[in-house]
């Protein structure tokens, strides 16, 4: 009898691109049924899913009597929280007076994350897969305090690992598309056709662990056929460590246009962004600037994880050169 993998987000980036890799796994399409957890089924991309012969159940990661419905006799969880979800569907009354809406946010995702690790060590899953990131705050001994979407997470998986329940945790790097539509990070495109890519550190410091965000599936897919070896402990997903030039230098040669990095100041980085973003925003990235912290502290080498891969991972410029969403960027 196959077992249950419920996924989290099954219609998003990450969740949808678990169910597809799953689905074309030999494998892993035999050995799980697939249940899809939404919000809507009634959506479009949830009606597509159960045309695939998925099970579309409706869950809410703020009711434990829905999740409890969702991960019944669930083997495997593939679990991804949403801290931006509150800055796209607004909801006043989580927003008491002088509430910071990234505050907001955040203790929303983290009270997710420990909803969902209660039901799940409840109803006895045997691998729960966590989306995970680490807890920058501590890492850098209060450097870094407002990496909000970050340490959310980093407090999430310390909690799982508190109350036992079996996990492995995928550290994912920076979104590939975050440098054609992501907030500050974006190449922008001059009046003559060039590029340049605005940033507040030298070009060589910063190391950004890029990743197709539809390679997800991938690493999920490696974790889950090396349980044994992987439970409690992080699956670091990137295909690499890049720093800016280099992103710079590879655009520049897959696009054939001149592309121009230009180092500037955090106030002139900031002065693109909302207010609530900015502290936030210019954080994240200045850790990926920082040798001694990093979003996977300590920079460890990717060539362990590559090799449980199936399939390699997409590099940067593989990713500029095929990525049909792009390529007229």
Request: hydrophobic share 40%; no cysteine.
């Amino acid at each position: 009898m196959s077992k249950i993998l419920v996924v989290f987000g099954a219609t998003g980036i990450q969740g949808g691109s678990v169910v597809k890799a799953i689905l074309a796994d030999p494998v892993l399409s035999r050995d799980f049924k697939i249940k899809a957890v939404t919000r809507d089924p009634s959506k479009d991309s949830a009606k597509a899913l159960a045309q695939q012969g998925v099970e579309v159940v409706k869950a809410d990661l703020d009711s434990k009597d829905s999740l409890r419905d969702a991960l019944k006799n669930a083997h495997t969880v593939f679990l991804v929280t949403d801290f931006f979800g509150l800055l796209r569907n607004p909801n006043p009354t989580l927003m008491g007076e002088g509430k910071n809406l990234m505050d907001v946010a955040k203790e929303r995702e983290i009270l997710h994350g420990k909803n969902a690790a209660d039901v799940a060590k409840e109803m006895e899953v045997q691998h729960l897969i966590f989306s995970s990131y680490a807890y920058i705050s501590k890492v850098s001994k209060g450097k870094y305090v407002n990496v909000r979407q970050v340490d959310s997470k980093g407090e999430v998986e310390e909690y799982i690992r508190g109350i036992g329940v079996p996990a492995t945790f995928l550290h994912g790097g920076t979104y590939m598309s975050n440098f054609f539509r992501g907030v500050g990070l974006s190449f922008q495109k001059k009046p003559d056709g060039t590029y340049k890519l605005p940033l507040p550190a030298p070009a060589n410091a910063s190391r950004f662990p890029l990743i197709k965000p539809t390679d997800t599936g991938n690493y999920v897919k490696a974790i889950i056929k090396h349980r044994e070896q992987l439970l409690g402990e992080r699956f670091f997903a990137a295909s690499g460590y890049y720093t800016a030039q280099e992103i710079v230098d590879e655009f520049a040669e897959i696009k054939g246009k001149e592309v121009e990095y230009s180092e500037i100041t955090q106030d002139e980085f900031i002065s693109t962004l909302p207010p609530f973003l900015q502290q936030q925003m210019l954080e994240t990235f200045l850790i990926m600037a920082d040798p001694d912290v990093g979003l996977f502290p300590g920079y460890p080498d990717l060539k362990p994880f590559h090799e449980m891969l199936d399939e390699q991972p997409i590099s940067w410029k593989k990713y500029v050169a095929t990525d049909a969403t792009y390529k007229d960027f």
